[in-house]
């Protein structure tokens, strides 16, 4: 749950590095250039995790987003679905689905 949390508050800080570090080696997020946020998670609550034979997590959270791409701003609540992969001793964000 850090390294998700750590991505939530790397984009509210708009530091990309920060949102960088939260993700596998491999992902396309590293290629990323970020000159624009147009949504945001404020929020990841109750966190399910299900430890999956190759010894990567699925985390399943309940996330609030906003957007910004809209006036007003629109909100919703979804259920996320985190692949966590270990890399270097880190749990890290392999990929994400709705």
Known sequence: MQTLNRNMKGILQ???DAVRSAYVQEHAVHEEEFSQVYAVAISMDEPLFNVLQDGNIEV???QKNV???????QADETTKLYL???EDSAWRILSITN
């Open 84 to 86: 966590m992969q270990k």
């Open 60 to 62: 399943f959270v309940k």
């Open 67 to 73: 957007y910004f791409n809209a006036s007003p701003l």
């Open 14 to 16: 708009f530091d990309a």
